[in-house]
């Protein structure tokens, strides 16, 4: 017997759970796949496309909603023989001038051995390039781009919805699709880009547990052999999906997880135990990657908070953070930041999911503030963020966490 066995009893189709498939049929996105559908109709009428601007955290569907709409956008316009449809789909990702998008634009319309160098020209001269390389091509054209926050200067989302009217275009008609999970990039476009490129706007919410269901079980049914998994499975996957962030993607990437443990031990049956192992796998991993990435002051004010949740003072509001961030700050040999630096931080932590908070009204006379709380496992933090616990000391409230025999780095904070 060879070194490497093929292995068969649980999946069927294990890429089927990969962020790559593309499932025939969406499920649970109805009204918004509708709303899509509406503002892409002028396509098929042959008139001047909309822009769209399509918005919603990661992992809701909205890269899948737009290749399954343009799928069949571009099967049905082939019936029409006056319609020229292309599709050109961008990922902004690690491009993030409007240069380098003008030029990988040209790029797209041009045979491999012509292409251009993506440095060198003045921007003025790579438009003219695109705009020639457009009417060229003629027909309708739509440009998707995704993560369309990445670009840092929003010259061509300007540019390109407007090619038209600014008579840069003749015969081309172009409508741009721009996806991004950013809500406040939209906010920051200057107006005049937001009216153009913001023309239609759609916006995708995060999945409940009924929807994540429906999409873990549509996955499942191809990618899985039949009855390996548990009656509960799904639905424990797709209730944490739903507690997380109702993200697809992270519930797919778990059902993956347990079914991968499920092999690596020889089940016959993924079970609800598989899915909690993944679980915490998934969020170490997700931990590390997130507070891997902080600033040592964000490590600090995090130790701040989670001490005082492991006192059980969690909820707390940041004025009542400071003290104990102040004096961990001060034992680490770290000057404090001021309080609104340390409230960004706070901040920070909220939009990693590492924190919660919850927004309270003092009454008639008093605005608001924020209190936060520890969204993540407290052990799983701790073990990411070794260093500082060790430059601070251990913290009484977190010894247990610890589990550590020895109390003589023990720390007093007030
Ligand atoms: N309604 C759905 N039905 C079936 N599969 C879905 C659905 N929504 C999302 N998915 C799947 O979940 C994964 C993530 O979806 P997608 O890439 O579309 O998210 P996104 O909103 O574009 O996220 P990001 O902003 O991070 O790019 C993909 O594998 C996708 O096929």
Redesign the pocket.
Known sequence: MGMFERDTDIYRDRDALR?????EQ????DEELDTYQTTLQPVINGEQPNNVFLY?K????????TRYLLDHLQSDAAEYDDIDLSVVMLNCDGLTSSYQIATRLVNEFRDDTDQISTTGYPRAAVYDMLWNELDTNGGTILIVL??VDHIEDDSILYQLPRARANGNLETAKTGIIG?S?DFSFREDLSPKVRSSLCEEEIH?PAYDATELQQ?LQ?RADVAFHESVLEEGVIRLCAAYGAKDAGD??QS?DLLMKAGDIARDDSAEHVIDEHVRQGRTSLERGRIREGIGGLTQHGHLVLYAVLTLDQQGKTPVRSRDVRPRYTSMAERAGINPLVTRRMRDHLSELIMLGILDVTERNEGRRGGTYREYSVSMDPELIISAMADTVELVGIHESIEKLLERESTSTLQDYQ
């Open positions: 962020e790559d498939y593309q499932p969406l499920v649970g996105r919603g990661t992992g809701v569907g909205k890269t899948a909603a995704d993560e996806i999970n995708f999409i549509q697809a993607r797919l």
